[in-house]
């Protein structure tokens, strides 16, 4: 592990809460930061311009979905995933575990369902990897803790993570410890394989191990402590339901964190579908984390605003299909509803992201109504730039050591 | 009309080719020039902020829509469309005609076909105008000359249409008679209700005729100096051929231009399919032009290059789903192309825009293959950019008397 790599700058008083910097060949990234999901090389609806202005310390990339499509071959001919999407900053990639292991979890869902699709029939765990269908062409991949790295290095990110399985929250002990196993044995191929060559083209590659272990206390503390005795950069918690229960992270969190070196950083796989989600976390000592969600529900119409409002249920698309759920802040609106259709006001009065500082609501929601795809760039601007600004916030709130007052006039 | 509406800045001495200023109170417009299409109140996939990159001379709203989805009573409540959208260049509006007509043709098409739909089958033509059926939700709706002109004074744009009966190509001469005296008839009511107030919110409005009389010399003659002789501020050619066949287009601008008066601007209604299509008009002294197909092919990953290329079959997206046509110029190349994938240059090593500054001939490809929106948008921002860089060029040509040797360049 590179020295400098990670610098803690302040502590709170109050709880776990801490501020940072990890410093990467294309930029420090100050934490903790909110990451966008840059699924396919492109945060869905914006380029790179739009990024520079967003501002992000750093953007997450599928490795999943960009080995399918358009290869790790093909963007390492372009020097890398910067090159190829045009954006110079920190950028980390997944191992591609969760979307495999979701492909899993997906066939038996349809299978009990009608939409039965041949494509995502096949996930097939050995003690050396998957073998899986693509889910776009049913062609055969196989990943190994040897090959996800070697497909990370390939994309060049900055930091990348150690092959895992991520099991079902509901896996019984007998399955679970079969898959802890597998995961900690490939952790230790996957920091092997990455020592081998922890630069690519000139920049250093960091690598981040992962914690699983289910809804096992038990398995959780064990793989807390194999993982935290290992050669990483920095340890990510993993698993089905964190991020999205956050009653189930919570309870993790505490049977994690005392496990967990306090000097590398901390990452939270998938959280940050809502405000108080990232209030959560940080208070727990979490560094980073990164969600869909803000720009998936974006794109449904679903916008932050720091106006306090009683929640409500929205529609979120998710793979199979459009959903009605209960989201789980006080701080959102729904654009698509008609007490919008005249508003003058821009999304949320106190922002000053691009889209507030132009567009009323009723602007919005009339590209909404008529489809304009602009409507989900617009929206996606809001909401990105929403979670980057509550984290710009909370940030100046730790080092300033009130944190608790932050997250108070929050959740009040 | 307005003594300074419209100067003529330079005359081609080899053809009718002419460059001008039309002065509005949101801007001059430089012609000859090309208007990007905005139906719903965004030219499709664009902010203001792209528009404003971009700089057209003015652009183009829909009048049809716009009444339907928000209503021109909202976009009035917003002080017009150039608010209401953030935009505050020239905008022109077309009379709703176009598409009230196009719901007619496409009833008979759609009778014929399977694809039966209970929402377009009204299309009532009487005397004093037009009933017709909403296409989105089945409601009843009627432009008049009046309505027509009422509806575009609340939108706000700067120059605005005469209501008109867009007749069929192969329309007999009879009914092609009949059609044109009602847009003879409505011309006149047209003028007559916007005469009423030339104003909207302080800001002049312009009004422009249009000129029918399908395939018939005999009508579009009559045409011509009927709606010559009266009052309005620029005079439009339209019919369901312009701008679709530019043969026939051609054949009518041979008819009609010796027919209007120099002094005022020239608009042909729908051309702009090709950089070609636009030499033609220009040549024969047009000033004004207005196409969705740059943005519309853009979507479709045809994509307009300075290189020198045999044409090709390309899919466009039609009311009635995608199509296979050919591509009238020599200067596209379809970005789908698998000879795409690795290629690391620009759309078009000589442009300038956005799109082919920042990314890759590659990064497209991939992004179209995986259906990312922003390759929607980046595809948008370079065609616009390609038509309104030509039309720059073109006018530097005219006032330098070289238009036959830019011609010529782009033609052998």
């Not at 302040?10 to 840059?38: L, Q």
């Not at 979307?99 to 066939?107: A, I, R, Y």
């Not at 776009?136 to 991949?141: E, M, Q, R, T, V």
């Not at 299909?321 to 729904?334: A, D, F, M, S």
Request: hydrophobic share 35%.
């Amino acid at each position: 592990m590179s020295m400098n790599f990670f610098d803690i700058i302040s502590k709170s008083t109050e709880c776990a809460a801490r501020t940072g910097v990890i410093h990467t060949d294309h930029g420090d990234i100050e934490t903790p930061c909110f990451m966008p999901v840059g699924t396919q090389a492109t945060v869905k609806t914006l380029d790179s311009e739009d990024l520079k202005t967003l501002d992000p310390e750093v953007i997450l990339a599928n490795t999943y979905h960009l080995h399918l499509r358009p290869s790790e071959d093909l963007i390492e001919k372009f020097g890398g995933l910067h090159k190829f999407m045009n954006w110079d900053g920190p950028i980390l990639t997944d191992s591609g575990g969760f979307q495999v292991f979701s492909l899993g979890l997906q066939k038996t869902k349809k299978q009990e369902s009608k939409k039965a699709n041949a494509h995502s029939t096949l996930v097939e765990i050995d003690d050396n990897g998957v073998t899986f269908r693509s889910h776009i062409d049913g062609s055969i991949h196989r990943f190994t803790a040897e090959s996800a790295i070697e497909t990370q290095r390939k994309l060049g990110a900055d930091i990348i993570m150690a092959w895992d399985e991520c099991t079902p929250d509901d896996a019984d002990e007998v399955y679970a410890r079969q898959a802890l196993d597998r995961t900690h044995r490939w952790a230790k191929e996957s920091l092997h394989a990455h020592q081998k060559n922890t630069t690519y083209q000139g920049y250093n590659q960091y690598l981040f191990g992962i914690i699983q272990g289910a809804g096992h206390r038990d398995l959780r503390e064990e793989s807390a402590r194999v993982i935290s005795a290992m050669d990483f950069d920095g340890i990510a918690i993993g698993g089905e339901s964190v991020g999205y229960n956050m009653n189930a992270t919570k309870e993790i969190l505490e049977w994690v964190m005392p496990l967990i070196p306090e000097d590398k950083p901390h990452y939270t796989m998938g959280v940050g579908y809502s405000p108080m989600d990232l209030f959560t976390v940080v208070e727990n000592g979490i560094d980073m984390f990164d969600c869909v969600a803000p720009t998936r529900i974006a794109r449904n119409g679903t916008l932050y605003t720091s106006e306090k409002k009683v929640a409500e249920n929205v529609s979120i698309l998710t793979k199979e299909g459009l959903e009605e759920v209960p989201i789980q802040n006080k701080y959102t609106l729904n654009i698509n509803n008609a007490q919008f259709r005249e508003d003058k006001s821009p999304i949320d009065p106190t922002c000053a992201c691009h889209t507030c500082k132009n567009y009323s609501r009723a602007y919005l929601h009339h590209l909404f109504k008529v489809q304009e795809m602009l409507a989900y760039r617009l929206a996606t601007i809001h909401n990105v730039h929403f979670m980057l600004e509550l984290m710009r916030e909370m940030r100046v709130a730790i080092r300033e050591d009130r944190f608790f007052g932050l997250k108070q006039s929050w959740t009040q």
